[in-house]
């Protein structure tokens, strides 16, 4: 695995190639018609965006990208997405995300992280967990045709100032 340079046409393939289950989650909220105009959003949100990483196989092909932005000041939005191959490198990615992806919580003192995943995705949500977040709470109708969403979060303690990922998907 390789970390890429952040491109649109890094992100547009990985997004038109992604698994199917992300590209229900995507097009749940997203205003699009099929994997194409998804594939178009995506490279032109994602790719301008510094905090945003494309994640590649050895031969270059782009395989995941996974990134935050800040919605409100201290309230980052995490998301990911990933092609069929992400098995292939999902330990590689996961160990790059905290070692380096995490520092960002301490960098932009970031007191919460969270994210929103389409109520059937029990992959994505497995994944989400071992990375220290929590679920929350089911969003009715949050997708465009009134999928069910579940809501994530880490918070930061009162005393926690320098945040580690530690085993077991603990962040403090």
């Known amino acids: 695995m390789r970390v890429c340079d952040l491109a649109i046409p890094f992100v547009w393939d990985a997004a038109y190639r992604m698994r ?7 097009s749940a909220i997203c205003d699009v018609r099929n994997r194409k105009e998804l594939a178009d959003k995506l490279s032109v949100d994602y790719a301008p965006h510094q905090t945003i990483k494309v994640f590649c196989l050895d ?14 000041p201290g309230v980052a939005q995490i998301g990911m997405f990933a092609t ?10 996961s160990k790059y995300i905290v070692r380096h992806f995490f520092d960002d919580i301490n960098t ?18 497995e994944w989400i967990e071992w990375l220290g977040l929590k679920k929350e709470y089911e969003i009715p109708g949050y997708g465009k045709n009134g999928e069910m969403f579940v809501s994530f979060a880490w918070t930061r303690g009162p005393d926690a100032t320098h945040v580690k990922w530690r085993r077991g998907g603990e962040l403090r």
Not at 20 to 26: H, R, V
Not at 84 to 93: E, L, N, Y
Not at 115 to 121: A, D, V, W
């Open 108 to 125: 932009y003192s970031v007191h919460r992280m969270e994210c929103f995943s389409l109520g059937t995705h029990a992959e994505a949500h």
């Open 59 to 72: 031969d270059g092909r782009p395989t995941v990208v996974m990134g935050w932005t800040m919605v409100r």
């Open 20 to 26: 199917e289950k992300d590209y229900e989650e995507l």
């Open 84 to 93: 069929d191959d992400f098995g292939k490198i999902k330990a590689a990615v």
